[in-house]
């Protein structure tokens, strides 16, 4: 069956749909390129015909891009060469058209999507919310290799495009017009039609100028430049490594594409973007890339149909945490009424949601129309008046049991019986909790995370009580909020904050034995993690981080229990970002230097070790991150080490290059880890000695993937 069938309307306008058969998206497969190369011969042999619209036969979406199967399965430089040569062979022929093309454009356009759609004269976009143009290769470990990285420049001049290229955001359709991506924006309803008529117009029309952004006169003469151009690109280059501390190759090869065309022309450009193209797709980075991207496709499914549908929703308590919740409700559709015991609170809470909507509505991913309507399903109340309505409640109160089960009892007080309740804690045992319940079966736990509008993780805490039909809610729920649900058993800490925890101990433990906040944060950042520990200590809160501490040492021994300093200074008032004062320097909300005070913090009784090197900082941190994750395999907190490595990258940042935890304690090896782990345990103390599960794993020499039976193929 063909995925191509066009016709031509009487004025010569032919109207080309692309729809792939048998599948709800669009994507370009190489046989989808091989059919669009012979159509193409076609097309332009037809003299009836004087210009071209290129439509989507998807309701939802234009193009999502290449097929990413096919990239995973590249496994030589070669193969990736060939792919991309082909696909630039063919997206040339339709630039040659001796006719104007128009892409009408609506739901997502992406990868290859756009370099088609760039290779079009004129792009036409909807300015529907599912519209999103992006070139997201770079996430995938690779470059755009149809072209993209020779054509996007040349439309919407260099600094939009190495924006886009480089970082793989979306743009959507107000901006695409701002940065002449879009030629028009317009309505779906009308889309096709105005695609039409703009073909009709350009009947005969020369090719329009290309660079096609509103540039203002400063950044036209700097892009034009030879000389100043190597200003923007050292600069660019400079953020890039910055915000990537070398690890990722894509956006330097990426950018070095863009510049080599630039400066010696497309020809040589497509020569290079595909070599550099077949270099990265056999990469480990980009399969680990791929294998995340898979995993992120299979939390956003949903497996189970959800017992009910929420209409309205309460949040209880209007915290760090609670106005972020708040927003993402309203922003869904969802009627949703905030509930805290200080009036204060409640206010900073609404104003903190109204932060949030603007910032989306600047950014163009929502309409003024749509962050005014989102934060009008927000209320704030001191009381529980209007509670009895809503169909689930989300606790966000001081961690703390007592208050924790007076709230639920008071709300279980005036709320309807089928109501849900979920709590947002991040270490109290659901089960217990749900003892102070009438209806322990629809008690659970829902675990954002801080910020709540960018974390995409939510774990879903399974009590011992709570039913099926619970969890399932709450897990379509967190989709419906645009986050990926982990199911998860109920333990200290649940998942990511006992795995999280050992490790920011241990920076605290390294601290006080004599090495500075700088040298750990700094090794910390060099192997990958989005922010130090000490950085992030501030950001959570060092008086919540020194709780869940406390509470994970009492359920799960001292291994995790607080380290002397944390509780010292915790019990000086040192809580972080929130109150300024923290392991860092704070003016405003912006954090400076480390604060020198917290050195004279230092217990006396805790041993120096001197300095000690950025491999070691990065080991003892690590190691016992992967000794805690085996524990929570053993424990059955969850069962499978993929879905562990996903809520741990999008949970906490752990760096996606390195494909998870377990992927890179797989790719150190069992036996190397226990060897370190038994030294370290000589030299520094139990907390080091490896479980059981390791042992075994080490003795029949198996990874944490291999063992669940979940082992990919191996990269090249
Ligand atoms: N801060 C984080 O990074 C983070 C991340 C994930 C989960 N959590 C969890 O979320 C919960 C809230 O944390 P937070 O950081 O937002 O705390 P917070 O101290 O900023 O806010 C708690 C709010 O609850 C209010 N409150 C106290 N008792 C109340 C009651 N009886 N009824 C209604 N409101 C009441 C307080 O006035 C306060 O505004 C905690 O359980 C915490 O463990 C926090």
């Not at 290859?112 to 290779?119: D, F, P, Q, T, W």
């Not at 770079?138 to 040349?154: A, K, M």
């Not at 129309?369 to 009008?376: L, N």
């Not at 004062?581 to 020198?596: A, V």
């Amino acid at each position: 069956m063909s995925a191509f069938n066009y016709r031509i309307d009487k004025e010569g306008v032919a109207i080309l749909t692309f729809d792939l058969p048998g599948d709800k998206i669009n994507k370009l497969t190489t046989q989808v390129m091989e059919e669009l190369d012979r159509l193409l011969d076609e097309l332009a042999g037809k003299r009836e015909i004087k210009a071209l619209v290129f439509r989507s036969g998807k309701e939802s979406n234009f193009i999502v891009g290449a097929d990413i199967a096919e990239i995973k399965g590249i496994t030589d430089r070669e193969a990736g060469e060939r792919l991309s040569r082909k696909g630039q062979h063919v997206l040339n022929k339709l630039e040659a058209l001796p006719f104007a093309t128009v892409a009408a454009i609506h739901g997502p356009c992406m990868g290859g999507g756009l370099e088609l759609a760039l290779a079009c004269t004129y792009r036409i976009v909807s300015n529907d919310r599912k519209t999103a143009l992006a070139l997201p290769e770079v996430r995938l470990g690779i470059i755009p290799g149809f072209g993209g990285t020779q054509r996007l420049p040349r439309i919407t001049g260099l600094a939009n495009a190495l924006d886009m290229i480089l970082t793989g955001k979306s743009v959507f359709a107000q901006k695409a017009g701002k940065i002449g991506l879009a030629d028009e924006v317009t309505f779906k309803e009308i889309l096709l039609d105005r695609a039409i008529a703009l073909a009709k117009k350009k009947i005969g029309e020369p090719r329009p100028a290309t660079i096609r952004a509103k540039r203002s006169l400063f950044i036209r003469l700097l892009e034009s430049n030879p000389l100043t151009r190597t200003v923007i690109f050292r600069s660019a280059q400079n953020t890039v490594l910055r915000e990537t501390h070398g690890n990722y190759p894509a956006p330097l090869a990426a950018l070095k594409a863009v510049r080599y065309g630039m400066a010696h022309g497309s020809e040589a450009g497509y020569t290079i973007e595909s070599n550099l193209l077949g270099n990265l797709a056999p990469t480990e980075i980009s399969k680990n890339l791929i294998s995340l991207f898979y995993l992120q496709e299979l939390l956003k499914k949903d497996p189970h149909r959800p017992s009910i549908i929420i209409r309205a929703a309460g949040v209880l308590g209007a915290g760090v945490m609670g106005g972020g919740i708040a927003q993402l409700f309203g922003e869904k559709g969802i009627d949703v009424r905030v509930k805290d015991i200080n009036p204060g609170a409640v206010a900073s809470g609404l104003r903190e949601a109204w932060q949030i909507f603007r910032k989306r509505r600047d950014k163009g991913v929502l309409t003024a129309i749509q962050a005014r309507d989102g934060f009008d399903r927000i209320s704030g109340v001191t009381d529980y008046s209007g509670f009895g309505k809503v169909d689930v409640a989300v606790e966000a109160v001081v961690e703390n049991m007592n208050v924790k089960k007076s709230v639920l009892r008071d709300f279980e007080a005036v709320a309807k019986d089928s109501a849900i309740y979920v709590s947002n804690t991040s270490s109290l045992s659901i089960t217990d909790l749900a003892l102070a319940s009438k209806h322990p079966e629809l008690v659970a736990g829902m675990h954002f995370f801080n910020p709540v509008e960018k974390m995409q993780l939510v774990e879903v805490i399974r009590g011992k009580k709570t039913s099926p039909e619970t969890i399932a809610t709450i897990a379509a729920l967190a989709r419906r909020l645009g986050k990926l649900p982990v199911i998860v058993n109920d333990g200290p800490g649940f998942l990511v904050n006992r795995i999280l925890m050992p490790y920011l101990n241990e920076a605290v433990t390294m601290l006080e034995q004599g090495n500075t906040i700088e040298r750990i944060d700094n090794a910390l950042l060099s192997f990958g993690m989005p922010m130090g520990a000490f950085i992030l200590l501030d950001e959570i809160g060092i008086d919540l981080a020194y709780k869940v501490a406390d509470i994970l040492g009492q359920g799960l021994g001292d291994r995790i229990k607080p380290s002397p300093l944390l509780e010292t200074v915790y019990k000086e008032g040192y809580y972080g970002k929130k109150n300024g004062k923290g392991f860092y320097l704070y003016e405003g909300r912006k954090r400076r230097g480390p604060d020198r005070s917290v050195y004279a913090r230092i217990p006396q009784r805790t041993g120096s070790t001197g300095e000690i090197g950025h491999e070691e900082i990065v080991e003892r941190a690590l190691l016992l991150m992967i000794m805690e994750a085996a524990l929570c395999l053993e424990e059955n907190i969850i069962d499978r080490p993929d879905l562990l490595d996903g809520a741990l990258i999008f949970g906490i940042g752990f760096p996606p290059f390195r494909g998870g935890l377990l992927r890179y304690a797989d790719k150190l090896g069992a036996k190397t880890i226990v060897d370190k782990l038994e030294s370290y345990a000589e030299k520094y103390g139990e907390r080091f000695k490896p479980p059981l599960s390791l042992l075994e794993m080490a003795k029949t020499d198996r990874g944490f993937y291999e063992k669940a039976g979940l082992e990919r193929l191996k990269a090249a």
